[in-house]
């Protein structure tokens, strides 16, 4: 049972404009949603993330939406750049335990020149 | 800031090998994850230490799979008898204890290719 769901593999967006990456979630014991971005032949890098209770966290050209009652999150960046091109990976932290970090598939985004 | 460091950075071996691999967190943390990650999946959590203690294990973690954090510094994921099924991307993350959102910073990750 996949809890963090990112359903697009795949992204291609032009330098300059806004990247939308989406995220749904099945699991209401989140209390952290978080962004990380990943190069080939290196570790997640964190980018942004969000608490439950919150609806919207900007960091510069980043900014996360969450819709709870939707089980949806998602990431916008704008403008984007070149350096931007890499995979997003949605994780959802659990509440309990070890609030180990649930992560969706990953969706690969390109930006083109 | 040295970061998490992860070694080796790739490790390949032959079926029935056994293998061992290192993680050394960020200095300050107490909390250390241990994540695989298959080609095309996100990474899949497989262990967790608060300081040296062993709290909660994933069900994906084989009897042949032993982790460790001796000290509560570094640790080590040690897979006996390997199979080709444990070819994955092997990460670990740290994290404190106390703050927001409490994010876990990733090493590299070891590389394993098992033939």
Redesign the interface.
Known sequence: DQQ?K?NS?SLSVQEGRISILNCDYTNSMFD?F?W?KKYP??????LI?I?SIKDKNEDGRFTVFLNKSAKHLSLHIVPSQPGDSAVY?C?A?EIQ??????????TRLTINP | DTG?S?NPRHKITKRGQNVTFRCDPISEHNRL?W?RQTL??????LT?FQNEAQ??KSRLLSDRFSAERPKGSFSTLEIQRTEQGDSAMY?C?SSRTSG??????????TRLTVL
């Open positions: 963090v990112q593999p952290y978080l990380y032949a290196e570790g997640p890098t964190f993330s608490s990976f994780a932290r335990g070890a609030q180990k970090l649930v992560f969706g598939q990953g | 998490v992860q994850y994540y095309g999946q996100g990474p899949e959590f967790y709290l909660e990460l993350a927001a959102s409490n994010e876990q910073f990733f090493g590299p990750g």
